[in-house]
């Protein structure tokens, strides 16, 4: 037992060596699948080529973000002495490895998804295996590369700044590691965004394309062979729904960890790792999910046709989530130390715990965890029912497309406000309970906990766009309608998914915010945010503002592509004679150059946002102005999420619904029906909510927090400053005071 608490901390980067290698493992056997036909792997290389364009034009442009911000970071590291200009190399590996993790996530995907295709031919058993282990891929490699990049660098960090100078645990030396650290999910988190707004700017602009041409103009089936814009927006799929969030969840799973260690930091432990244990606990519990997220995924398999798919991967989901909970219990138990803990900043002068302040235990850190796996798994279960097929709110929709297209816009709308109310609940008493039990640090590990089985709920995600390509390719190749079926049945799954996975992301989100603001409060020095002052009150408001200002620019954006992208499509069916007639073929390439130029000209703005906003309003109007900005981002954040990712996903399944028909007053209707014409329109505007302004909430509030970690140490230095300033000014005014008597007597 010595041996392993001496060397705990380097058995960290081994889970994530361990996750990578089981992925590199899956990637094989993807690879080795059948592909199909010579038309399957055409369409297939198109879709490939399409996707890595885009990714070669993005990450251009985000080099030159990158050597900015490096060179920036290391100014400002060298400025303060809680930072370092280190922190610019940790900003690039964050960078880099968000960026490689949705690499590896979309080359799977565009592998996998015809091999689906094909396995559909055989059953829908093959199909759910090879579109699932696809996923399983990118879960597994994301994950993977934030355990072993972040506790390689905690590693490297602690060694040369804490241990090499017989540091403090708890003191500025241990701040400074951790300081440069946040470098590296500034990193994350930056090309996180851009890669999610980018992603889904391109995806949206060339369904919305597709299906108000294709389907609503020429009358043409969803994925047709015909229609133009139909292989950008496979590659759409790709670049949004698998590349973007990977580097999504890649950010969110390092900032989720992050968070918690910069707490730990403040807990006095006295344990057999040298009083770090609260620091390394979020990393081992990381480590954990990501090999108790390979167990489970294989359970998830089907043997019959008639099987459940939807139930096969729920039982994945939930064996993750209660293996994780159980080995949490006894690693609680082993790491941390016997009697209370809590916050140093709790104490005051004379070593007291202030009147108020929190005072917790090992239990309570554990049952903390326990609520952030409750929290995840309920705000899961609410999502599917607001966007699942065959319940309540999708069927309301249904109903109202009966009566046309804007009843059936009110009907999503309304469903997609509706479902705020469960999930903010549901959020706020995992806010409670967890603070309840382990005070700041249990909000912290909650959100922890929640992320631990991050590698399953990306490979429950991954999986539905996968699937939607597979389908795809079946429906350009005319393959047999038990084919299409089976990759319909696939693909109604995964819109369904798609939307729990949003509905989680952005839960946890919450939950880290908070976690970095806590942390944010500490580092910037001050005690607390009082919000009856004016100015912070100010900052509140703009900062409630900012999430519709950034959703206004990324839908504007979609809408200004999607038109470019309809003027192409009518082009094409209008001045080149016999597409209809499969007579000739449309010109793919210009409508995927049309996506990839859009995304990437609008996707500079908000991020933009993002970034600078927290940076000028610390700067002018210090670090309590800058807290109100963050609550105000964080709680309308994670509000317009919820109802955008909600409202696009139900949207999205009345859709699909029409596909095997529904009853609506005693009536069957189906495809090219008006209520599906009506639905079609719904969907349409449901796609940028659900696939680029809805997802991308998450990455905002989390990014603005981060930026404002980052810079707290400045704001805390500019803020003695002043302090000292006034200070003298008080003192000069009461020296002038009885001179100026004086001169009047």
């Known amino acids: ?44 290389g198109y879709i490939a080529d399409g996707a890595m364009a885009f990714l070669r034009a993005e990450w251009k442009v985000l080099s030159y973000f990158a050597v900015i911000a490096v060179i920036l970071l290391a100014y400002s590291g060298s400025t303060v002495a809680t930072s370092s200009p280190v922190i610019a190399v940790s900003f690039l590996i964050g960078a880099f490895l968000s960026a490689f993790a949705g690499y590896l996530g979309m080359r799977i995907a565009t592998k996998a998804n015809v091999r689906t295709t094909q396995a559909a031919r055989t059953s829908l058993a093959k199909a759910l295996k090879v579109s699932f282990t696809g996923g399983t891929v990118m879960g597994l490699g994301v994950a993977g590369l934030a355990v072993l990049g972040l506790g390689s660098l905690f590693i490297v960090f602690y060694t040369f700044y804490v241990k090499q100078h017989n540091g403090n645990v708890n003191g500025e030396e241990m701040q400074k590691a951790l300081e440069v650290l946040a470098g590296f999910s500034l990193g994350a988190e930056s090309i996180a965004l851009f890669a999610r707004v980018g992603g889904g700017i391109y995806t949206k602009a060339a369904d919305v394309g597709a299906d108000l041409v294709g389907k609503v ?12 814009a139909t292989i950008a927006d496979n590659v759409g799929d790709n670049v949004g729904d698998v590349a973007g969030m990977g580097a999504d969840l890649f950010g969110s799973y390092v900032a989720t960890i992050l968070a918690t260690m910069v707490l730990g930091r403040e807990i006095q432990s006295k344990d057999a790792f040298g009083g770090i244990a609260p620091v390394l606990l979020p990393m081992v519990i990381a480590g954990l999910g990501l090999l108790f997220s390979i167990i489970s995924a294989s359970f998830v398999r089907i043997k019959n046709e008639t099987d459940s798919v939807q139930s096969a991967l729920n039982l994945g989901n939930w064996m993750s989530i209660i293996l994780t909970a159980i080995a949490t219990f006894f690693v609680v138990r082993w790491m941390l130390p016997e009697g209370n803990l809590y916050l140093i900043r709790d104490l005051d002068v004379n070593g007291n715990i202030k009147a108020g302040s929190l005072v917790f235990n090992k239990t309570g850190v554990f049952l903390s965890i326990v609520v952030g796996l409750i929290v995840g798994t309920l705000m899961s279960i609410i999502t599917e029912y607001y966007t699942a097929m065959g319940k309540r709110p999708v069927l309301s929709i249904i109903r109202q497309s009966s009566t046309g297209h804007a009843t059936n816009i009110i009907g999503g709308l309304a469903v997609g406000m509706e479902s705020t109310v469960l999930p903010i609940i549901v959020l706020a008493a995992g806010i409670f309970g967890s603070y309840h039990f382990a005070g700041l640090y249990g909000v912290a590990i ?8 991050t590698a399953m709920q990306l490979a429950i995600d991954a999986f539905g766009p996968i699937a939607d390509n597979a389908g795809g390719i079946a429906e350009m190749n005319q393959l047999p309608e038990e084919v299409r079926h089976r990759t319909d049945n696939l693909d109604a799954v995964g819109n369904t998914t798609a939307a729990t996975g949003k509905g989680f992301a952005i ?69 080149i004679p016999g597409i209809m007639e499969y007579k000739a ?33 610390g700067f002018a109007f210090g670090p309590e102005v800058l807290g109100g900005l963050l609550a105000g ?29 529904v009853e609506i007053n005693g009536q069957m209707y189906y495809k ?4 599906h014409k009506a639905s079609v329109t719904g969907d349409t505007v449901g796609d940028p909510f659900k696939d680029t302004s809805g997802p991308s909430m998450n990455i905002l509030i989390k990014l603005m927090s981060i930026v404002s970690l980052v810079i707290a140490p400045h704001l805390n230095k500019a803020a003695d400053t002043n302090k000292r300033i006034q200070k003298e000014l008080k003192i000069r005014s009461m020296i002038t005071q009885p001179i100026k008597a004086e001169n009047k007597g």
């Open 446 to 453: 909650a959100a922890a906990g929640m992320m631990a089985t």
């Open 507 to 575: 839960a946890s989100a919450a939950l880290t915010s908070l976690a970095l603001f806590a942390a944010f409060v500490g580092v910037a020095g001050i005690d607390h945010i009082d919000i009856y002052k004016a100015d912070v009150l100010a900052g509140l408001f703009v900062g409630g503002m900012i999430p519709f200002i950034f959703s206004a620019l990324a839908i504007s954006a979609v809408g200004r592509a999607a038109m470019a992208m309809v003027e192409e499509v009518r082009r094409q069916f209008r001045d």
């Open 633 to 661: 981002v964080t709680v309308s954040g994670v509000l317009m999420g919820m109802f955008q990712s909600n409202a696009g996903g139900a949207w999205d399944n009345a859709k699909k619904s029409f596909e095997k028909g």
């Open 585 to 617: 073929k449309p010109e793919y390439e210009k409508c995927v150059a049309i996506s990839t130029q859009a995304s990437i000209r609008e996707m500079i703005a908000p991020g933009a946002i993002a970034l600078i906003t927290p940076i000028v309003i």
């Open 672 to 675: 090219k029906s008006e209520p």
């Open 217 to 228: 103009e020429a009358g043409i089936p969803e994925d047709d062979v015909r229609n133009p």
């Open 1 to 44: 037992m010595d041996f392993l608490n001496n060397y705990l901390i380097y058995l960290i980067p081994v889970f994530g060596l361990i996750g990578i290698a089981v992925m590199i493992g899956k990637s094989a056997w993807v690879t080795k699948q059948d592909a199909g036909d010579e038309g399957m792997k055409e369409l297939s």
